[in-house]
């Protein structure tokens, strides 16, 4: 069965440093990436997405996503967090195929001020 | 303007009792979702409906059933709830598969505990 694997439950960092969140899926075939954030207390909404071209792709609020195809990975990644950061984050893979999104369980992430 | 709304945002609610939760969507999708959020943050979807059709429907009890009475709205009704019936249920939408796939926009939750 497909699924999508989130490394890392819990990550605590202090603002400025950098941050790497690991996502890797398991379905083989045409899939489309994407990484949603959850704020405290809020809905989830989308940071960025990959679709096709260049596998490196920028979203919202400085975020940045590296697909590596070969990997099977969308990395989640940027330079310097701020305490505003603190979230959940999932990655979501959608198996063209089946025409389902399928939701890795989250990184809870702390940005200490 | 609210892209999707829910409502009720908070349901608390005996077990055995039998309650409903409303989506609406205004931005023109059609293609609706529910999902379950458990305390541990973990999102499963439950049911999809595309113009007003089921698409999905995972491993979900028959207690909960999904109705959308037109593209714009998929409401979930829950029958004889049950303790483990606890979470945040989350509606989304999205443009159908060919459009953009997978993107979705969720609703702000309906935070559901059963006492």
């Known amino acids: 069965a497909q699924s999508v694997s989130q490394h890392n439950h819990h990550v605590i960092l202090s603002e400025a440093a950098s941050l790497e969140l690991g996502c890797n899926y398991s379905y083989g075939g045409t899939v489309n990436l994407f990484w949603y954030v959850q704020y405290p207390g809020q809905h989830l909404q989308l940071l960025l997405k990959y679709f096709s071209g260049d596998p490196l792709v920028k979203g919202i609020k400085g975020f940045e996503a590296e697909f590596i195809k070969s990997k099977f990975s969308f990395n989640l990644r940027k330079p310097s967090v701020q305490w505003s950061d603190t979230a959940e984050y999932f990655c979501?893979?959608?198996?063209?195929?089946?025409?389902?999104?399928?939701f890795g369980a989250g990184t809870r992430l702390f940005v200490k001020a | 303007d609210t892209a999707v709304s829910q409502t009720p945002k908070y349901l608390v609610t005996q077990m055995g009792n039998d309650k409903s939760i409303k989506c609406e969507q205004n931005?023109?999708?059609?293609?609706m979702y529910w999902y379950k959020q458990d305390s541990k943050k973990f999102l499963k979807i439950m049911f999809s409906y595309n113009n007003k059709e089921l698409i999905i429907n995972e491993t979900v009890p028959n207690r909960f059933s999904p109705k959308s009475p037109d593209k714009a709205h998929l409401n979930l009704h829950i029958n004889s709830l049950e303790l483990g019936d606890s979470a945040v249920y989350f509606c989304a939408s999205s443009l159908f598969a060919s459009v953009l796939p997978g993107e979705q926009y969720f609703g702000p939750g309906t935070r559901l505990t059963v006492t």
């Open positions: 931005l023109g999708h059609d293609t």
């Open positions: 979501a893979v959608f198996n063209t195929g089946g025409f389902k999104t399928i």
